[in-house]
């Protein structure tokens, strides 16, 4: 064996370690915690409370979508009041139309589209002893117009100056009456013969028309002095005319015509 003694090493004193106090307060308190929470938990009443909790969640969750929906009746409601109420005024609008104004409605549109004309009775005829005519009638076409209807007074007084060979002063005078829209009559022509008046139809001048009026001729001019006259209008103004007038005069008829929109006659069906 050896003598050498064993070397010694120095022994350090372990000390064990020490929590700091920070950390120890800190798991004092979440051990608090959860401590309270357990507490809590085992009470009776906790369990309890809760449930309110949940029912009261549910009560307002369950008020709001009342309200929604409270809200989305109400609406539809007033939509659907505010769409009868139109039907409703449609309703009476149409009703109103059909029913109560029906007879001025179609009153209007007659006065729109139909135009009256009065028809001038035939004149009698004077005769001799003998059964022989001596004064007689006959047919001729006088030309009016219609001044409402008329859209270019200018130009057609030109047009009809020209076929009655009218004097520019003639021309002028049926120009301005023409303009005169407050009247719905003058004439153009009185008692021109037929074929003047077909060349003056054939024009198709708006707000002009004619119609058939009797003239009235002599067999004899010699018996004028006897037999007398008659004026543009068909009343005697002397002889035998004036004498028995009113028993030559007849009775005047009317007749009515459709006209569209710009003043021409519309053709009749049959």
């Not at 010694?8 to 106090?21: D, E, G, K, L, Y």
């Not at 001729?217 to 005319?241: A, K, M, Q």
Request: aromatic share 4%.
């Amino acid at each position: 064996m050896s003598d050498t003694a064993p070397i010694r090493r120095p022994i350090r004193n372990v000390q064990p370690r020490r929590r700091s106090s920070s950390r120890r307060t800190v798991d004092g308190q979440g051990d608090m915690r959860r401590g309270s929470h357990e507490r809590d938990a085992s009470l009776p009443g906790s369990s309890v409370g809760g449930f309110f909790n949940a029912i009261s969640q549910y009560g307002v969750t369950k008020m709001t979508t009342n309200i929604h929906a409270g809200d989305m009746r109400k609406r539809i409601s007033a939509m659907f009041m505010v769409i009868l109420l139109v039907v409703a005024l449609v309703y009476l609008r149409v009703l109103s139309l059909q029913t109560f104004r029906a007879s001025d409605y179609k009153a209007e549109s007659i006065a729109q589209r139909v135009r009256t004309e009065v028809i001038r009775a035939p004149r009698g005829t004077i005769l001799d002893r003998d059964g022989q005519e001596l004064a007689i009638p006959v047919p001729t076409r006088t030309i009016f117009a219609d001044p409402r209807e008329v859209t270019d007074p200018v130009t057609t007084a030109r047009a009809l100056a020209t076929v009655l060979q009218m004097t520019p002063d003639e021309e002028m005078d049926l120009a301005q009456r023409l303009q005169n829209k407050q009247s719905s009559f003058t004439y153009v022509v009185r008692q021109v013969d037929s074929q003047l008046a077909k060349t003056i139809s054939d024009l198709n001048l708006v707000g002009i028309s004619s119609y058939r009026e009797e003239g009235r001729v002599l067999t004899s001019e010699g018996l004028r002095p006897i037999v007398g006259r008659v004026d543009i209008d068909g009343v005697g103004i002397g002889g035998l005319e004036l004498q028995y007038n009113e028993a030559l005069t007849g009775t005047p008829g009317k007749a009515s015509r459709e006209v569209n929109s710009r003043g021409q006659n519309i053709a009749s069906a049959n």
